[in-house]
């Protein structure tokens, strides 16, 4: 046998039980395998998937990488705040913490963390420790902080924690209750602040953050977007108070009052401030006071302690394509006064019940709430020219503003006696359901008796014990002045009521086709 036979004989006994090693080796895996699979009943396992690379979620990257760099640029700027405040059984503040705790139930819903903030046990053996805590921003760097009022309001000890968890003593600088901001300060230096943004400039849909400490968990931060601008006073304990809210869905719950609301820029455009919710827990409308009020009432504090805002004297409501046309108006813009209070700085200028404000200092006003919104940061002192539109005609006022009054008005609401039209009964303002209501002396008319369901009165909104003062402009003094008014609108027509309710004046318009 040659060489070369040999080799070929030798390869092929070679070949032949490496063949066979394999296909003993694949079938003792398969065996395992399918002896696996039927222990568990489950297929093998598939590999597992390759992660997506950056090219094809480059723009998610970039998205995370832009929040990261700004959430990292304003979170150290970002401080919680707690107080302690000592109260005793013979402080004379329970009515007004009754009354602070109401409000925020009002705002928040029964038993919310928000309506409980302060702890106050109710022992009258002894003076009870209460304990709260909320947000707040540094806005310079040698130690100013801006926060809510309702955050500090009768503290008597307030520290504040820093990112990097240094306490600090602090001290109010000054507090205004009715844009519901407060300035306190730490004794340090060179700390991280946020820039002033311009929050004129938002529109819905941008991308905002809110910082805080929801909760007890410090330093958190959501993300959501700009929903609605300029919202108004939800407040019907004072009406004074001013609007232009924020309105976001980025989550505000229970410790965020006083924290950081910021654009894409890391600049303050807002401070968080409350929500609204049945529950008292987020459920995405959250509220934050916008810089245009927050900068200037800040730095008023910061320079004199307080704040003094400049008052009109006028109850405004917003002009809407459901009411222009009563006026004589082609757009439905501007602010309808409905209530002008006697010898106010607005009734010496001349301003009546119907005028319709079109113009501020030459600039034009959308609505009520960016009417109450301006006025409110004007000083007393300060002369204001109006654009007014009366009966149709274009006319300017002067108006020199006054310090706001403190004082409120409290209202109740009783029903009378009268004649039902439009889904509505009305009844005389005598001189015991006068005092009964508290009514103020210039609000005449006819008070709500009773107000029938799915009417239109019901459909308008309004209420037993609200007081209608006018029917289509005409001023009614009686029961049976209002009835006869309303049942004189030509049928098929709307009607155009004046309501005094929750301390105010507004107009409403009556729909016929929805009377029943």
Known sequence: MNRARLKSILTRRLVVPVIAATAVVSFGAYEVSRTASAATGWP????????????SIGALASLDQAMETLTARVRPAVVNVTVTAKVGPQDADDDQQDQKQQQMQQFFGQGSPFGQFFNMPNQPQGPSIEHGEGSGVVIAPNGYIVTNNHVIQGATDIRVTMTDRRIYPAKLVGADPLTDLAVIKIDASNLPSVPWGDSSKLQPGQTVLAFGNPYGLTFTVTRGIVSALNRPNPSASDRRKPGGFIQTDAAIN?????????????????????????????????????????????????????????????????????????????????????????????????????????????????DAGELQMVTGQKQPGDTIQLGVIRDGKSMDVSVTLESMNKAQTKEAATPGQGKAKWGVSVGDINPSVRQQLQLPSNVTGAVIQDVKSGSPADNAGLQPGDVIQQVNRKPVHSASEAADAMSSVPVGENALILVWSNGGSTYRVLHPAEAQ
């Open 44 to 55: 093998a396992p598939a590999p597992a998937a390759a992660p997506l690379d950056d090219s």
């Open 254 to 366: 229970p410790g965020n009052s006083g924290g950081a609301l910021v654009n894409s820029h890391g600049e303050l455009i807002g401070i968080n401030t409350f929500l609204i919710s049945p529950s008292g827990t987020f459920s995405g409308m959250g509220f934050a006071i916008p810089t245009q009020i927050v900068q200037p009432t800040v730095e008023k504090l910061m320079k004199y302690g307080k704040v003094e805002h400049g008052f009109m004297g006028i109850s405004i409501s917003d002009v809407t394509p459901d009411n222009a046309k009563f006026f004589n108006l082609k757009n439905a813009s501007g602010a309808l006064v409905s209530d002008v209070t006697a010898d106010s700085p607005a009734a010496k200028a001349g301003l009546k019940t119907g005028d319709v404000i079109t113009t501020l200092d030459g600039k034009p006003v959308s």
